[in-house]
């Protein structure tokens, strides 16, 4: 059953409503989070509340919880959604402030929105690599903040997928940044890749997970800026999200990557990934 929260209230999602006032709305002026639910358990929580809170910070909106609060009200929320595998969503934006005025209040009630929804289970027989397509990082300068306006994201995905693409994989200034939803990492040579953290790129917590996963495991793991012409080159290219996991890349443009299929560095890392998830549950 997926559960919705707004507010203080627990309701069905579709149940849910916000003042057409609300700055998420008029604005896109509020931040969000997406967790897996593997089991009962919300995977990387830890991480997940210290994004938020940075999130927060970095739109100067003061958090209407406390970290530990934040932590119940996520696990009542799975508790009452009882769905497995899941998808955790939190929403906080600036709330309501009518007449429209760019300037916020200082002092707003923020609106708080979680959604407890069914997630594909993401078959390890059938991981069929990504097809995408490099583009242009044409977003704003902090890719770094978790905020819920995603347009120029949206516009680059659906251009690839109007290519023929499944995703598109963003350069700027001839260095890779991230996907239009994921973090990017390459392998060359046995060393794996992935671009250092910066106000360009989403901090994802999938990409920082499978960092230590990798440097725990003693293999060759470099955090370093990527040029277009590397990542064509590369002998595998994965993209990693709260979604899509670790998953492989087997053609950038016309470029196809090793022989198309899910490397065996992907391979070995994707396993380390699995069992962390059954090791947190
Ligand atoms: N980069 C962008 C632009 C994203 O939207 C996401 C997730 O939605 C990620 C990276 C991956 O972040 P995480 O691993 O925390 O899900």
Redesign the pocket.
């Known amino acids: 059953m997926a559960i919705a929260y707004l507010n203080g209230e627990w309701m069905q999602p579709e149940d849910a409503r916000v003042s057409v006032f609300d700055r998420g709305f008029m604005f896109g002026d509020g931040i969000y989070e997406?967790m897996a639910v593997y089991d009962g358990e919300v995977f990387t929580l830890d991480q997940?509340l210290v994004?938020l809170q940075r999130s927060l910070d970095a739109i100067r909106l003061v958090s209407p919880h406390a970290s530990e609060e934040w932590r119940s009200l996520i696990l009542e929320a799975v508790a009452r959604g009882q769905e497995n595998p899941a998808y955790l969503y939190l929403q906080v934006t600036r709330g309501v402030a009518a007449p429209r005025n760019h300037v916020y209040p200082e002092v707003v009630q923020p609106t708080v929105l979680m959604t407890v929804m069914h997630a594909p289970v993401l078959e390890r027989q059938n991981v069929v690599p990504l097809k995408v397509v490099t583009k242009e990082d044409f977003r704003w300068g902090r890719?770094d903040i978790?905020v819920v306006s995603?347009i120029a994201?949206g516009l680059l995905k659906n251009e690839a997928i109007a290519e023929g693409f499944d995703d598109a994989i963003l350069v700027r200034d001839g260095w890779v940044t991230?996907?239009?939803?994921?973090?990017v990492f390459i392998v060359k040579e046995g060393v794996i890749v992935t671009p250092p953290k910066s106000n360009y790129?989403?901090h994802?917590?999938?990409?920082d997970h499978v960092v230590d996963l990798a440097n725990e495991a003693g293999l060759s793991m470099e955090e370093r800026s990527i040029s277009e012409s590397e990542l064509l080159e590369a002998d595998e290219v994965w993209v990693?999200?709260?979604?899509q996991e670790v998953w492989p890349v087997g053609q950038v443009n016309d470029q196809v990557i090793g022989n198309g299929s899910a490397g065996v560095v992907w391979q070995a890392v994707d396993d380390l990934f699995q069992a962390s998830k059954r090791k947190s549950s």
């Open positions: 997406v997940h994004r890719g978790k995603l994201n991230e996907s239009t939803a994921a973090n790129l989403l994802g917590i999938t990409r990693t999200s709260t979604g």
